[in-house]
């Protein structure tokens, strides 16, 4: 038997899609506006799904704190105000939302266990959805 808990937060944050594996005209034809060297910012939508037994005498899959508390720690405390470009996991990797999902899910999951992670998801826009579900 297994059940699923989903919470939404809301992170803001600034970035700029570039890459030093590309060329000053590659970037701009890769990426567009959104290579911009000032940057611009998104009101994200992070939504964490937690899933596993319901626990009997608590009939809950997590407590609502406990994954209010590593999410504060993990995620919105480490970006949220913040330029993504400047934090150490995106030095080497694009800051898509594409990678925020991954970087979000790694840094949730082994803060998480016993529970399980089971999926990232995150709105950057009104029509853009990302999802990570971890490496499987
Ligand atoms: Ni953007």
Redesign the pocket.
């Known amino acids: 038997m297994k059940a699923y808990f989903t919470r939404a937060y809301t992170l803001c944050a600034s ?1 700029r ?1 570039h890459t030093e594996a590309l060329t000053t005209a590659e970037n701009r034809a890769t990426f567009g506006k ?1 290579n911009n060297p000032y940057g ?1 910012g ?1 009101n994200y939508r992070i939504e964490v799904t937690v899933g596993g037994q319901v626990e009997p005498n608590t009939g809950m899959v997590i407590n609502m704190e406990t994954l209010d508390k590593v999410v504060g720690e993990q995620i919105i405390q480490r970006f949220d105000h913040m330029n993504l470009n400047l934090d150490p996991l995106f030095a080497h990797r694009v800051s898509t ?1 594409e990678n925020l999902c991954i970087v979000a899910f790694d840094l949730l999951a082994a803060a998480l266990t016993p529970a399980i992670l089971e999926k990232v998801r995150i709105e ?1 826009t009104e029509n853009n959805f990302f999802e990570y579900s971890g490496a499987r």
Do not use: G, I, R
Request: aromatic fraction near 0%; proline fraction near 0%; charged fraction near 15%.
């Open positions: 970035h899609l959104c611009h998104h939302t950057e």
